[in-house]
Nanobody, 114 residues
């Protein structure tokens, strides 16, 4: 059984920053590609970013490229999402996932006010 627990969400003004964390347990975290997705009200869940098991390869949705950075600390079984220059359209519940497996956290709310 895998547990993923997100934290770090909140309310921020346009242009602000937040850092999300996702703590994993239950499997050898360092073996898996990890990702962040988000779901805005009334919309489907969409890909945000992903990072390879070693941390050397990352990819981003076009909408966040240049503003968000995904990273991981395998010693702490944690993946991060640094979000800068936030926009109102970034408002969503953010979820972390073990890519390719149906493991999801409970999500953390990010709200960006205009």
């Amino acid at each position: 059984q895998v547990q993923l627990v997100e934290s770090g969400g909140g309310l921020v003004q346009t242009g602000g920053s937040l850092r999300l964390s996702c703590a994993a347990s239950g499997r050898t975290f360092s073996r898996y590609t990890m990702g962040w997705f988000r779901q805005a009200p009334g919309k489907g869940r969409e890909f945000v970013a992903r990072i390879s098991w070693s941390g050397t390869t990352t990819s981003y949705a076009d909408s966040v490229k240049g503003r968000f950075t995904i990273s991981r600390d395998n010693a702490k079984n944690t993946v991060y999402l640094q979000m800068n220059s936030l926009k109102p359209e970034d408002t969503a519940v953010y979820y972390c996932t073990m890519v390719g497996y149906n493991y999801w956290g409970q999500g953390t709310q990010v709200t960006v006010s205009s």
